[in-house]
């Protein structure tokens, strides 16, 4: 029986080690982390992670041939195939601090896993990596070998949350990158006949490592740089009294360039694209490229610029100040059908309004309070370490409060933020909202989902992202 054993139980290791084991029942699979609370969430019936259609993956395999445990070593020497889904943050100091990845975790994963091994192994990259980290590790694992043979792959993950498990079970594609020798070839097949038993043949492509590392940070920027760009004319369009929906949509048909990622929003987030790009950028600069890096760079410069500008109009709308009244935040999750705030544009638009001074009353159907208090008092990047090597919060935001429904969230409120496009907020009563706000009553849609024209009818000024203004708003500019 090939022996599977993952190191990471989170967000990427979780979710793909089930489907693996659902799919491949004479396969044993063995998720592996430090962290105790989080492999207890793993085997109790609620996990610690929220994604469609997971409950059931687990539960289906869950002792049967899918394990979570916190023996690392016993597994990590038992198993076949490591796979390595360890956090690989954005260095806050020393040599490329605020751009280049942390690897720290990463070392020590494999140092662990020469100093247990008494087999040959297969050692996959799993979390997304800087170019040349399979060289690093393979360096590591190789002068600690004791005459152990080490193939590493890299088969970087294309998950999008909130359709993680419908992605594992219908990947567009899976990469697997390997050396170009004979015994890196056969771990390429190993882990390749792994996948097949599920996935078509052509849809899994091998490649040469370092294009396998290096694809996985091109596609994030690709697609974080459709973002910026819709966002960018969305900014356009407001200036000219364009309407960006109509443009995407005309732009959309367009076969080459085609409908996806092209919702102007309030910035994109998320766990990847913008950590990738720094990274990319990081790449380039080290490599003599600084037109590159420059480029690469600009594609974070509009998503910031976004997040600043929403913040802008809701402060100019309001007579130019939203100290001491309340807004409500409808959503704080970087996108809908997931609980992750991971650099979310909520904690920017958040940070922006405390800033001057507003009370904010914030509703999201899956994130818990002790989550955004940490998210709005944390550093920069600080999120992406282990939990319990996270600065504690030192005093919690005072002026926000966490409720369990939109309309508490409304009531008495002077405007309405919305940051998350849950399916919820669209249908929501807005006449009984608007009835129990201030007048006058704002909506500022982060995410273009509520019917304009009818929140006008009953009374609302709204501001919509690239959307022609409402005369009010044209009257009060949003200067930056």
């Known amino acids: 029986m090939v022996k599977i054993c993952c190191i990471g139980a989170g967000y990427v290791g ?40 997971l409950d059931d993956v687990v539960k289906q395999c869950r002792g049967r041939n899918l394990f979570f445990s916190t023996d690392v070593e016993k597994h990590v020497a038992e198993a076949d195939i490591i796979f390595v889904s360890v956090n690989t943050p954005t260095k806050t100091r020393g040599l490329g601090a605020g751009k280049a990845a942390d690897l720290t975790y990463w070392e020590s994963a494999a140092r ?57 079970f219908h990947p567009d594609r899976v990469l697997i990158g390997g050396r170009e020798t004979p015994e890196g070839q ?73 409908p996806k990622f092209l919702n102007a929003s309030v910035g994109f987030g998320g766990s990847c694209f913008q950590k990738d790009i720094l990274n990319l950028v990081y790449i380039c600069e080290c490599n003599g490229l600084p037109e590159v890096a420059t480029y690469w760079k600009q594609v974070i410069k509009v998503n910031d610029y976004q997040k600043t500008r929403f913040v802008n109009r809701v402060v100019s709308s309001m007579f130019n100040t939203v100290s001491g009244k309340k807004i409500a935040v409808l959503g704080f999750a970087f996108k809908k059908d997931t609980g992750d705030t991971r650099e979310t544009p909520a904690i920017d638009v958040c940070k922006g309004l405390l800033g001057d ?64 496009e849950w399916d919820e907020f669209k249908t929501l009563d807005y006449q009984k909202i608007f009835d129990n706000m201030q007048k006058p009553a704002f909506v500022f849609d982060g995410r273009n989902i509520v019917d304009a024209d009818k929140l006008r009818e009953i009374g609302f000024i709204v501001y919509s992202i690239g959307k022609p203004l409402d005369s009010w708003l044209k009257d009060m500019p949003a200067v930056a």
């Open 14 to 53: 979780g979710p793909t080690m089930a489907v693996i084991a659902l799919k491949c029942p004479k396969v044993e699979v063995v998720v592996v982390d430090i962290s105790v609370p989080r492999i207890t969430a793993w085997n109790s019936d609620t996990l610690p992670i929220y994604e469609p259609g």
């Open 112 to 168: 662990m896993i020469a100093d247990v091994s008494k087999s040959d192994k297969i050692v996959v990259e799993k979390s997304t990596v800087p170019v040349k980290t399979a060289e690093a590790i393979e360096k590591i694992l190789t002068h600690n070998s004791k005459g152990i043979n080490y193939q590493i792959l890299s088969n970087p993950e294309f998950l999008a949350e909130g359709t993680a498990i419908q992605d594992l």
């Open 186 to 258: 056969k771990a390429i097949q190993a882990l390749k006949s792994v996948y097949a038993e599920w996935v078509p043949e052509d849809r899994i492509i091998t490649t040469n490592l370092w294009s396998a590392e290096l694809s996985k940070l091109a596609a994030n920027a690709f697609l974080a740089q459709r973002i910026s760009s819709v966002n960018a004319m969305s900014a356009l369009c407001e200036a000219t009294g364009a309407d960006v929906a109509e443009v995407s949509h005309a732009i959309g048909k367009d076969s080459r360039i085609g």
């Open 357 to 420: 001074n507003a009370r904010l009353s914030i509703y999201d159907p899956q994130v818990n309070e002790d989550q955004m208090q940490r998210d709005l008092t944390m550093n920069k990047f600080d999120w992406d370490h282990p939990i319990h090597l996270q600065p504690m919060s030192p005093t919690s935001v005072k002026q926000v409060s966490m409720v369990w429904d939109a309309y508490t969230a409304a009531k008495d409120a002077h405007g309405i933020c919305i940051l998350t």
